[in-house]
């Protein structure tokens, strides 16, 4: 993980993350691990404090550590909000803030109430982020860390390009050549997980609802169907949307017998895997589960719809999640050292961080880079140093 090697090594001496008690909700991978010891090397401390103290950062992943606290602090003005959850994880999250309320009443307005900031890691739990500062009910500063051109065009989409395929190997050890997958989004991770497929060697189609995307998809030269079209010829079925109900219980009925079906979006829900509860299940193997519906075809759910290379795989490989985590680890620094200059919106960090975060990773890969002379820089107006795009650039 070079980004976070480095960033140990010009950080490490001057421990800019001294006083910072950074919580947060992360995939406990090993690369969280070495985020985990780089924080700590910066001077933080991680996770849970016994002396009564609490956070005082948040680095989340998916926005769940920061929901709890402020779901907390909202139903303690408001204990009704937590009286019909719609689902499992809503009645275990509303429990979890029950149980805390029950024997610390203000605890969690206290949390928030001691909140620098938040770095959040993924699209959804940013999509979160930007609907509160919508609604005027971000309380603290956060740093949108996946939308650094480092960890969204890299982690999401290189890290599922690795991950997609190994989950489903090491789930089913089927044979991928020649089978016929169909994901559903393409988006950064879409487009990773697409083509993880197609290197594979298996046939993929699409689906998409954003034009853009769509004409993207076929233009890389994947089949762009709805889901009502290709479900049934699909031999596996992958979603990535971040969005709920992409595959519902009449798409996977529709499914060829012994269909393989998984998600590498955000939640469960994109696969309607509550209503599956009503068939027969049969557990494989650890993290493999076969349906069987009720005209005896069968389907594999891969990680009962959860994320699929964290489950049955081991997530992305650790360098490109060093580029990721380089960037949590610089935004945590910004807003602990320099939080008061920033308000209660979401940021991303400056180009030239972006820049840096990929410079630290270009010599493990054996890549050379090419220095402007000033003249260049001055034709195309920029300095020899960088930033070299404007922040509207696409990449
Ligand atoms: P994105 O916003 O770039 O892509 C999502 C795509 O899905 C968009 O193009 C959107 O138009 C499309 N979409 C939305 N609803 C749809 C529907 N009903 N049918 C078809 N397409 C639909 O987001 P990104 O970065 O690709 O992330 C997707 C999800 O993956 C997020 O929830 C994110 O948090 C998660 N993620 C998972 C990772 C993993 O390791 N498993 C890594 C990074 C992100």
């Not at 699209?123 to 005027?136: E, I, S």
């Not at 393989?260 to 027969?280: M, P, R, S, T």
């Not at 069968?298 to 490989?317: D, E, F, I, V």
């Not at 380089?326 to 960090?349: K, P, S």
């Amino acid at each position: 993980m070079p980004g976070l090697m480095a960033t140990r090594e010009e950080y490490g001496p001057s421990q800019p993350l001294k006083g910072a008690r950074i919580a947060g909700s992360l995939h406990m991978t090993i690369q969280t691990a070495v985020l985990i010891e780089t924080l700590q090397a910066l001077g933080a401390d991680i996770f849970e404090w016994p002396n009564g103290e609490t956070a005082n950062m948040i680095l989340d992943d998916g926005g769940d550590a920061t929901l709890l606290i402020l779901l907390g602090a909202d139903a303690e003005k408001d204990p009704s909000i937590l009286d019909n959850p719609s689902n499992e994880e809503e009645t275990a999250l509303f429990d979890t803030i029950k149980r805390r309320l029950a024997k610390q009443p203000n605890w969690y307005s206290t949390v928030k109430a001691n909140i620098k900031g938040v770095t959040e890691e993924t699209t959804t739990g940013v999509l979160r982020l930007y609907q509160r500062q919508k609604a005027g009910t971000l309380p603290f500063p956060a740093i949108n860390v996946n939308d650094s051109v480092t960890k969204s065009k890299f982690d999401n989409k290189y890290g599922c390009k690795e991950s997609l395929v190994d989950g489903i190997r090491r789930g089913t050890d089927v044979m991928m050549a020649g089978k016929i997958a169909l994901v559903a989004g393409y988006g950064d991770v879409g487009k990773g997980s697409a083509s993880s497929l197609r290197g594979a060697g298996a046939r993929v189609m699409v689906t998409e609802i954003d034009p853009i995307c769509a004409l993207q998809a076929a233009m890389d030269g994947f089949e762009v169907v709805t889901m009502d079209e290709g479900a049934p010829r699909a031999d596996i079925v992958i979603t990535a949307t971040g969005n709920k109900d992409v595959l519902t219980v009449d798409h996977m009925k529709s499914l060829k017998d012994m269909a393989i079906v998984g998600n590498i979006g955000h939640f469960d829900n994109e696969i309607q895997v509550e209503a599956l509860k009503n068939f027969k299940w049969a557990n494989v193997k650890d993290q493999v589960d076969m349906i069987t519906f009720p005209d005896g075809k069968r389907m594999l759910l891969l990680s009962q719809g959860r994320l699929l290379n964290l489950g049955n795989a081991t997530g992305h490989p650790s360098f490109v999640m060093s580029a990721s985590f380089t960037n949590q680890t610089l935004a945590q620094i910004e807003l602990w050292t320099r939080g008061d200059q920033y308000g209660n919106e979401v940021y991303v960090l400056p180009k030239h961080l972006d820049e840096k975060v990929a410079k630290l990773h270009l010599d493990k890969v054996g890549a050379q880079l090419s220095t402007l002379s000033e003249e260049q820089a001055d034709y195309i107006g920029v300095s020899v140093e960088g930033p070299f795009k404007t922040d509207q650039y696409r990449y």
